[in-house]
T-cell receptor, first 114, second 114 residues
Framework: DQQVKQNSPSLSVQEGRISILNCDYTNSMFDYFLWYKKYPAEGPTFLISISSIKDKNEDGRFTVFLNKSAKHLSLHIVPSQPGDSAVYFCAASVWKTSYDKVIFGPGTSLSVIP | SAVISQKPSRDICQRGTSLTIQCQVDSQVTMMFWYRQQPGQSLTLIATANQGSEATYESGFVIDKFPISRPNLTFSTLTVSNMSPEDSSIYLC???????????FGPGTRLLVL
């Protein structure tokens, strides 16, 4: 049962335009959401996060929106740059007695076209 | 963030053998995590490793197949035992850092089992 879903396996965007990556989740116990970026042959890099008590978090070109009622979050990148081309993983965490268990979505491969 | 290194970065192994992957962190951490990313799939948590106690394994993963050591607060090893081609994956370690205990990842170990 996939608790974190990213229904678009890939996305192409023109340089300078907005990239919108979407993510849906099923577990209402998730209390913290994260986006990671992964380049080939590297580990995932933390990008931005949002607590379940907020609906928006912004960091430079990156903004994450959370709609708890819809169990949906999205990552906006504006303006998109060629260096943003990577696989983006949506992740959600839930407290498990002694640690935060993080569950990852399948990823969306973003290509930013110059 | 955290500086995390893994050894080896990649390896090609024969069926039936075992490989031990090392993970070193630049400062002391309580919890270390081991993940697997199979080809074309997302990251899946294998186990959490707390210094001084036995690792806690997720459903579908067992200690006999993936023994973990955590001898101190900056180091951990994951062994992939009696390997088969199905074990071909990227293996990643991660640690929690910051007020939100965000997970940060190492560069990963690419394993190919022939």
């Amino acid at each position: 049962d996939q608790q974190v879903k990213q229904n678009s396996p890939s996305l192409s965007v023109q340089e300078g335009r907005i990239s919108i990556l979407n993510c849906d989740y099923t577990n209402s116990m998730f209390d913290y959401f994260l986006w990671y970026k992964k380049y080939p042959a590297e580990g995932p890099t933390f990008l931005i996060s949002i607590s379940s008590i907020k609906d928006k978090n912004e960091d430079g070109r990156f903004t994450v929106f959370l709609n708890k009622s819809a169990k949906h979050l999205s990552l906006h990148i504006v303006p998109s740059q060629p260096g943003d081309s990577a696989v983006y993983f949506c992740a959600a965490s839930v407290w498990k007695t002694s640690y935060d268990k993080v569950i990852f979505g399948p990823g969306t491969s973003l290509s930013v076209i110059p | 963030s955290a500086v995390i290194s893994q050894k080896p970065s990649r390896d090609i192994c024969q069926r039936g053998t075992s490989l031990t992957i090392q993970c070193q962190v630049d400062s002391q951490v309580t919890m270390m995590f081991w993940y697997r990313q199979q080809p074309g799939q997302s990251l899946t948590l294998i186990a959490t490793a707390n210094q001084g106690s036995e690792a806690t394994y997720e459903s579908g993963f067992v200690i006999d197949k993936f023994p973990i050591s955590r001898p101190n607060l900056t180091f951990s090893t994951l062994t992939v035992s009696n390997m088969s081609p199905e074990d071909s994956s990227i293996y990643l370690c991660s640690v929690e850092r910051g007020a939100q205990e965000t997970q940060y990842f190492g560069p990963g170990t690419r394993l190919l089992v022939l």
